[in-house]
């Protein structure tokens, strides 16, 4: 079956560093969505990407979808406390199935 | 704030106990969809309904019983859990089908313990 995986697992940053995440799928995707969750939250919708080599931006967050659209990724500049939490990236395969990725939990410190 | 909202927040239930988990949403949705998650752990599909109809169901145990009663409705039944189902219980929905614009909506989930 489907899996995506996402690289690091866990990053600590100063407060002011930039931060990325990695999201990889074994299949190609239809669209690719990005989640955060906070400590104690539920995920919270961040975007999503359709096209093959879509970027968007959102302020500081950064969102690529590769050209094969087996991967993407998530870039915050310049790191606040208020991004801590566990990023999510979910991959839409078959029919009305998404597939979580493993997350990356980002730790900012002040 | 989400718009998808479940009832109760938190649960604790005995292993004989029945229970339900409730989630209702408003924006006109056709998908709704019930994951797991555990600690430190992406969310898990469990089953997805389409328009009424239960259309995946993730190999989920015969304890755990889904119903659709309407479209804006989404129950999941529990009996005879065990203490490893323990989890983050969340309802989703979204529009059917893959056209750009199908975002998942979550519910702030319901927090249920097995005792």
């Known amino acids: 079956g489907q899996q995506v995986m996402q690289i690091p697992q866990y990053q600590h940053v100063q407060e002011g560093e930039d931060f990325t995440t990695y999201c990889n799928s074994s299949t190609t995707l239809s669209n690719i969505q990005w989640y955060k969750q906070r400590p104690g939250g539920h995920p919270v919708f961040l975007i999503q990407l359709v096209k093959s080599g879509e970027v968007k931006k959102q302020k500081r967050l950064t969102f690529q979808f590769g050209e094969a659209k087996k991967n993407s990724s998530l870039h915050i500049t310049a790191t606040q406390t208020t991004d801590v939490g566990t990023y999510f990236c979910?991959?839409?395969?078959?029919?009305?199935?998404?597939?979580f990725g493993t997350g990356t939990k980002l730790q900012v410190i002040p | 704030d989400t718009e998808v909202t479940q009832t109760p927040k938190h649960l604790v239930m005995g292993m004989t106990n029945k229970k339900s988990l409730k989630c209702e949403q408003h924006m006109g949705h056709r998908a709704m969809y019930w994951y797991k998650q555990k600690a430190k752990k992406p969310p898990e599909l469990m089953f997805v309904y389409s328009y009424e109809k239960l259309s995946i169901n993730e190999s989920v145990p015969s304890r755990f019983s889904p119903e659709c009663p309407n479209s804006s409705l989404l129950n999941l039944h529990l009996h005879a859990l065990q203490p490893e189902d323990s989890a983050l219980y969340l309802c989703?929905?979204?529009?059917?089908?893959?056209?750009?614009?199908?975002?998942?909506?979550f519910g702030e989930g319901s927090w249920l313990t097995v005792v």
């Open positions: 989703a929905s979204s529009q059917v089908g893959r056209a750009p614009g199908n975002t998942i909506y």
């Open positions: 979910a991959g839409r395969g078959g029919y009305q199935k998404v597939t």
